[in-house]
């Protein structure tokens, strides 16, 4: 599901700015997370304070912030090549969850942590490590930021998941989100004219990538953690190339190829050790 709003947002991202794009998609979402909501618990809708601040945070990183720098991001760069920086979220949760729980992090672990770093600064540089810093465009910075929004939501939600369901805490982030996101988007232009196609992203974006993609992800991180669960996001490059290729006829470039078995292997011995 995840890997699919790589292709999905990179088409709408060339039509929509980066907070409308992203108003339209969890107004989609808010259709069917009502809903579900309000037939399988209606206290859903009941927080207290404490919890309001909490999901607060969540919206406030996992769906505002994640969806301005994810927007921006693929404005500029190739949907495969935004999906590999992305995948460094497994490591940052490593690091956060580390630092709270005052554990010391595995020489397996840190092998990984370091074989990620290479793959991404393989990525950046587009291949010639040399040239880092002159690689390293506006699209890439934007990029970064939705692993770094991603992991303060994986950390923070570790805490909302213990007064809230999954499907609670998933549904207010995304009411509290989209009220951050439509503060935002009146002071974008709006297009003039709208291919069917963005529509369909924009659809697939708020039902996959929101709805189904979000519980789902809330379900693992109650069951088994937010370590293990944002290992899985090592998956999400793999099928993000795949798509890229099949759907936007994107070219993978070798160096894409090299960075990904680095990122990917080093994900896989954080969360196998």
């Known amino acids: ?12 991202a060339q039509t929509f700015g980066s907070f409308t794009g992203a108003s339209f998609r969890y107004a989609v979402a808010l259709l069917f997370l009502l809903p579900m909501a309000w037939l399988k618990d209606k206290k ?25 720098f994810f ?18 979220n497994p490591v940052l949760v490593l690091i ?31 291949g010639n490590i040399g040239d880092l810093l002159s690689g390293f465009s506006w699209g890439d910075a934007f990029m970064l930021g939705c692993p770094i929004c991603w992991a303060l939501y994986t950390f923070y939600a570790g805490d909302a998941l213990k007064t809230t369901t999954p499907l609670q805490a998933s549904t ?9 996101l439509t503060l935002c988007a009146p002071f974008e232009p709006f297009p003039t004219q709208i291919n069917p196609l963005v529509w369909l992203a924009i659809a697939y974006l708020g039902i996959c990538g929101t709805v189904l993609g979000f519980v789902w992800y809330y379900e693992g991180i ?22 890229s290729i099949l759907i936007l006829g994107e070219h993978i470039e070798t160096y894409a190829m090299a960075g990904s078995v680095f990122v990917i292997g080093g994900v896989f011995l954080i969360n196998r050790f």
């Not at 859903?44 to 301005?68: A, D, E, H, P, W």
């Not at 020489?107 to 991404?120: C, D, P, V």
Request: hydrophobic letters at 55%.
């Open 222 to 243: 109650s069951k088994i953690g937010a370590v293990k669960t944002s290992a899985f996001n090592n998956l999400i490059p793999v099928f993000a190339m795949i798509l």
């Open 44 to 68: 859903t809708f009941n927080l207290n304070r404490k919890q309001f601040f909490q999901l607060l945070v969540l919206g406030l990183t996992g769906i505002f912030g994640y969806s301005y």
């Open 172 to 180: 207010w982030a995304t009411i509290l989100g989209f009220c951050l």
């Open 1 to 12: 599901m995840w890997g699919g709003t790589f292709i999905a947002t990179k088409m709408a």
């Open 96 to 126: 956060m969850t580390s630092i709270r729980d005052k554990k010391r992090i595995g020489a397996i672990k840190i092998i990984g942590m370091f074989l990620s770093i290479i793959g991404l600064v393989v990525v950046i540089s587009r």
């Open 71 to 88: 927007f921006n991001g693929l404005r500029l760069v190739e949907a495969s090549h935004g999906a590999l920086i992305v995948a460094l």
